[in-house]
């Protein structure tokens, strides 16, 4: 991996205009230095999810130090699951996190910014389960 | 050889998500560990998170601790960070 490749970050959600949301937020705190691609709704453009718009965002996300994938709810999490299992052509390493959706997407994309690893952004976004609010 | 360095300032402008991110962007950069600490609270300053959650606003007094090898060049990085970025309250 080249010095300057940062890990990408795919939002899965259900709604087209939440994962664009959360990855306006994150672009804004982590400075936009971060690849964070949107894949929200089906290919109908309704609620849902659609394995094929995950698919490009990943290969958009990718710059060659792999990429991490955040889940909304539910669907989500088994559309990509389902994706990762085919024998598809996506980008590598490739890590499902198991995050909340906000917090998740701004730690991650703060640890990408600093040129973690994927080890290091994967984990950035599951704690953020831990952190506290108030 | 680790050093500990630590330096206080008083915000000018409250701690927002676009500081606090800008700061944990620069404190990963360091080896030493850097801590923020405003009244009874400490955050991790690596972890955006963390910062957001100390809830830090204008008038408050906020000091920087590192502990590393880097943590004099650290600790300077990020009072101007928080000099800087809460000035316009961004």
Redesign the interface.
Known sequence: MSLDARVGIVLVSHSAQLAEGAAA?AA????GTVAIIPAGGTDEGQLGTSATKVQRAAELADSGAGVVILPDLGSAVLTVRALLGEAGDLPTPIELADAPFV?GV??AT??A????DIKAVLA?AE??RH???? | MPANYEQAITLTGDLHARPAGALAVAAAKYSAAVSLTVGTSTADAKSVLGVMGLGATSGQDITVAAEGPDAEEAVATILAILAQATQVGA
Do not use: D, F, M, T
């Open positions: 937020l804004q705190i982590s400075g917090e701004v730690a703060v640890a910014a600093a040129g973690g950035a704690e953020a952190a506290r609010k108030l």
